[in-house]
């Protein structure tokens, strides 16, 4: 490929990020109520493409986020944990962040959401073991309580993450919601700094997590984080 025929191919991708762009204000503009009754739609029509089309389904999901992140609402939020909970990794960033800043600006919204999706979803999908993480960053009170209810969650990798959350949120306040898990048996499949993976119960990574916390050692993790963080 000649020198000429790359800049030509540049010059076209930054055509088609200004059309993007255009595109994305244009629908800001629209009415939001039916704005996010489309983009549901839309997340249902690509969530359809599990099967056949994984690429298109990144795609279709990753910009459905970038829109959200513009829009408020209960429905953007659960529109939002729902993408959070797809298998592919830049969906399930894109709706991280858009969270993420929803939280900083409207917590009660994305935790009245939380708790929606704590009440409908099936142990083992991913945005359980996402959403702890989450919330840690975000220093609300109604955290702490939050996170107890992801500690009591029948999935485990929920927990697992619920109690790394808590170790990182660094309030020691929290050693005695830890207390109850100490002897639960149910195993979690870890990695640590280097990448190496290994299996711990949530008993011990409760007891290591109290530990941390009494010695108030902040961020530091417990074993590890969940496999695929």
Do not use: W
């Not at 939050?146 to 929920?158: A, C, E, I, K, Y």
């Not at 309030?171 to 207390?179: E, H, K």
């Not at 009494?214 to 496999?227: D, E, F, I, L, T």
Request: with cysteine; net charge negative.
């Amino acid at each position: 490929m000649q020198k000429s025929d790359i800049e030509k191919l540049i010059a076209e991708l930054f055509d088609a990020e200004r059309a993007v762009r255009r595109t994305h204000a244009s629908l800001l503009d629209q009415n939001h109520g039916a704005l996010v009754a489309s983009i549901a739609t839309a997340v249902d029509q690509a969530f359809a493409l599990a099967n056949s089309d994984r690429s298109e389904l990144q795609l279709r999901l990753t910009r459905a986020a970038e829109l959200l992140s513009d829009l408020e609402g209960p429905q953007t939020v659960d529109l939002l944990i729902r993408i959070l909970g797809c298998d592919e990794p830049e969906p399930r960033h894109a709706a991280g962040e858009a969270l993420q800043e929803h939280a900083y600006d409207r917590f009660k919204e994305v935790a009245l959401g939380v708790e929606r999706a704590l009440e409908r979803m099936k142990p083992g999908d991913p945005a359980l073991s996402e959403l702890p993480y989450l919330l840690a960053e975000v220093q609300e009170p109604g955290v702490l309580k939050l996170l107890g209810r992801f500690l009591t969650h029948p999935d485990p990798d929920s927990v697992a993450a619920a109690v790394e959350a808590l170790v990182e949120y660094g309030d020691p306040a929290s050693v005695s919601m830890l207390a109850p898990l100490t002897k639960d048996t149910r195993t979690v499949q870890l990695e640590d700094e280097t990448g190496e993976e290994g299996r711990i119960t949530i008993g011990e990574l409760a007891s290591e997590a109290r530990d941390l916390l009494r010695q108030m050692a902040g961020p530091a993790s417990p074993g590890g984080k969940p496999k695929g963080r």
